[in-house]
T-cell receptor, first 110, second 114 residues
Framework: RKEVEQDPGPFNVPEGATVAFNCTYSNSASQSFFWYRQDCRKEPKLLMSVYSSGNEDGRFTAQLNRASQYISLLIRDSKLSDSATYLC???????????FGSGTKLNVKP | EPEVTQTPSHQVTQMGQEVILRCVPISNHLYFYWYRQILGQKVEFLVSFYNNEISEKSEIFDDQFSVERPDGSNFTLKIRSTKLEDSAMYFCASNTQHSYNEQFFGPGTRLTVL
C-alpha cells in the first residue's frame, strides 16, 4: 500500500466554486501533515500545515482525521489562480523525510 | 524573504557522465534535503543531511549518489555516472527544527540525460 494516496483528478470547477481534496496516509506513526501547491514544472510551495484541531487560512481550510488517517483541503470561492496541483505531504516525527502524494490537479475555469 | 536557490536551472548531460547539482539553503536552516520528481510522477525523497552527515537516505540513493556541504553555504548532489532514468527535476529543500517541520523547496534543477 502506498504511504500517501491522493485522487489525481483533474477537478474541473468554475470560478467561485468550493472544492475539496482528500489525502489518505497508511502509517499511523505519521505526525506532521502539510498541503503544498505545485505549479507546472515548478517547485512545491507550502500552502499550509495541518493541525489536529483543523486550521483555516483565508479561503483554505485543512482538516486532519487521525482515526480514518486522512487529511483534507477545502478551497472556497475558487479563483483562476488556484489552478495547480495540490500535494499532500506526511512526515513521521522520528524521520526527517516527507512522503508526498502524487498530487491532485485542480483546473478553475472562468 | 529568504529562499533556497539552486543552480543550474537545467543541466543536459550524456549518459555515464558525472553531474553536480548545487543548492544554497536558507542561511539559518540546519536540515537539508534532496528530492527528485520524474516528469508526471510524485516528488520522491532521496536524502537528508544534518550536522555534516547523511541522516537518512532512500533506496533510490545508491552508490552513484553522494552529497556534500563543502562550505558554509553550498549543499551539493553528485551523480557519478548518470543513467537515462536519472532524468528528472531535482529539488533541494531545507528547514530548521524550530519551523514546525515544514520544508522550503528551491526552484529545482531539470536534469536531462541523453
Amino acid at each position: 500500500r502506498k504511504e500517501v494516496e491522493q485522487d489525481p483528478g483533474p477537478f474541473n470547477v468554475p470560478e467561485g466554486a468550493t472544492v475539496a481534496f482528500n489525502c489518505t496516509y497508511s502509517n499511523s506513526a505519521s505526525q506532521s501533515f502539510f498541503w503544498y501547491r505545485q505549479d507546472c514544472r515548478k517547485e512545491p510551495k507550502l500552502l499550509m500545515s495541518v493541525y489536529s484541531s483543523g486550521n483555516e487560512d483565508g479561503r483554505f481550510t485543512a482538516q486532519l482525521n487521525r482515526a480514518s488517517q486522512y487529511i483534507s483541503l477545502l478551497i472556497r470561492d475558487s479563483k483562476l489562480s488556484d489552478s495547480a496541483t495540490y500535494l499532500c505531504a506526511v512526515k513521521r516525527n522520528n524521520f526527517n523525510k516527507f512522503y508526498f502524494g502524487s498530487g491532485t490537479k485542480l483546473n478553475v475555469k472562468p | 524573504e529568504p529562499e533556497v536557490t539552486q543552480t543550474p536551472s537545467h543541466q543536459v548531460t550524456q549518459m555515464g557522465q558525472e553531474v553536480i547539482l548545487r543548492c544554497v539553503p536558507i542561511s539559518n536552516h540546519l536540515y537539508f534535503y534532496w528530492y527528485r520528481q520524474i516528469l508526471g510522477q510524485k516528488v520522491e525523497f532521496l536524502v537528508s543531511f544534518y550536522n555534516n552527515e547523511i541522516s537518512e537516505k532512500s533506496e533510490i540513493f545508491d552508490d552513484q549518489f553522494s552529497v556534500e556541504r563543502p562550505d558554509g553555504s553550498n549543499f551539493t548532489l553528485k551523480i557519478r555516472s548518470t543513467k537515462l532514468e536519472d532524468s528528472a527535476m531535482y529539488f533541494c529543500a531545507s528547514n530548521t527544527q524550530h519551523s514546525y517541520n515544514e520544508q522550503f523547496f528551491g526552484p529545482g534543477t531539470r536534469l536531462t540525460v541523453l
